[in-house]
């Protein structure tokens, strides 16, 4: 009888050894990149397994995206996930922070976006500030939960490999407080919403105000995708109103 080489995908529901039983080869496969990321087929994809299982499914796997990497054996990509994800909210935070300092200090966070960026506190987690915090858009890229659950999965290997972690520890801290909120199927750049404890959860609420002028402003709001009747726009401060 001849055999068929055959390859299937699953959700993460069978195990390594329950599959080895089975004479099923097992690859686990994580991904980073996001909806956007899905839709564009650009993810990229941490592969835990046999590198020959890898070398099968490479072609199934470029049709969700192109940078595939081999990470170790199963249960290696999940942890470099968890290591990926934690780094990516450890900075996301710190940008929020820093932009909820600049807005307490009366400066306009589109000013803050152009001069971080440009300089040496500049990251991927910045352009956030445009697509995300100054226009308050939070519909799901990649929810609180995830990123909670992600962090939950970092702390327990750092734990069980005894090293000390305190970023990471801080960062689920803010996870838990938007969940708390009702955030939970928010995309997690809605914390954004809980780092300012002087106003709770309504922390970092931008106004947009008319003013005499201001094209500065309006240019910001522009790019910030923000419509208004109005000709000239200035973000302000919510406590300068």
């Known amino acids: 009888m001849e055999q068929r080489d055959e390859l299937g995908i699953v959700g993460a529901t069978v195990g390594q050894d329950e599959g080895l039983e089975r004479g099923v080869s097992f690859l686990e496969a994580p991904v980073s990149g996001g909806v956007s990321g899905a839709r564009a087929a650009t993810l990229a994809i941490m592969a835990g397994g046999d590198a020959a299982v890898l070398d099968r499914a490479r072609p199934v796997l470029r049709a969700i995206g192109p940078n595939i990497f081999h990470v170790g054996p199963a249960g290696a990509g999940n942890t470099v996930k968890a290591i990926n994800n934690m780094m990516a909210c450890v900075n996301s935070l710190a940008m929020m922070e820093g932009v ?21 506190g500049g990251s991927k987690a910045l352009e956030r500030i445009v697509t995300a915090i100054v226009p308050r858009n939070f519909e799901p890229g990649f929810k609180v939960r995830l990123m909670n659950k992600d962090l939950e999965t970092f702390n327990t290997i750092a734990k069980d490999l005894h090293v000390p972690v305190s970023f990471a520890n801080v960062a689920q801290r803010y996870q838990q407080a938007a969940m708390a909120a009702g955030l939970a199927g928010a995309d997690f750049s809605t914390v954004a919403r809980v780092v300012d404890a002087d106003d ?14 201001g094209e500065l402003g309006r240019d910001h709001a522009r790019r910030a995708g923000v419509q208004s009747d109005h000709a000239h726009l200035l973000w302000r401060r919510r406590d300068a109103v």
């Open 200 to 213: 709770g959860v309504h922390g970092l609420h931008l106004r947009v105000i008319d003013v005499v002028g």
């Open 100 to 120: 909820a300092v600049g807005v307490k200090a009366g400066l306009d966070p589109m000013i803050v976006y152009e001069v971080v960026k440009a300089s040496s």
